[in-house]
């Protein structure tokens, strides 16, 4: 299983960037996948989900409606779209899988493959 971000950059405030996240899950379909980003001394924090078909995102209430979670189920890919970017969303972004029904955004532990992050930031 593996998972590689990428998309990550520096921009300034008010700016936008989109983020990718290519996995290689036997039936990607099958599998729950989210966003988190962790700033410095800051605990790994969930910015978005999307459920197995597609439908049904959630957003943390700190990027909603500036970002935007979408997948391809046949290029096996997850994107976020960012835009309208802010200094506070400056930190490393990880994507994060997991089989079945969405973990909690509010709980990361509880997702179970990860990628190795992708830096953003915004100045």
């Known amino acids: 299983v593996q998972l590689v971000e990428s998309g990550g950059d520096s921009v300034q405030a008010g700016g936008s960037l989109r983020l990718s996240c290519e996995i290689s899950?036997?039936?990607?379909?099958?599998?729950?996948m989210g966003w988190f980003r962790q700033a410095p001394s800051k605990e790994r924090e969930g910015v978005a989900r999307?459920?197995?078909?597609?439908?049904?995102?959630k957003y943390a209430d700190s990027v909603q409606g500036r970002f935007s979670i979408s997948r391809d189920n046949v290029k096996n890919t997850l994107l976020l779209q960012m835009d309208n970017l802010k200094p506070e969303d400056t930190a490393m972004y990880y994507c994060?899988?997991?089989?079945?029904?969405?973990?909690?955004?509010?709980?990361?532990?509880?997702?179970?493959?990860w990628g190795q992050g992708t830096q953003v930031t915004v100045s």
């Open positions: 994060a899988a997991d089989r079945g029904v969405c973990p909690q955004l509010s709980r990361p532990e509880d997702w179970i493959y």
């Open positions: 899950l036997y039936i990607y379909s099958s599998y729950c």
């Open positions: 999307i459920s197995r078909g597609g439908a049904g995102a």
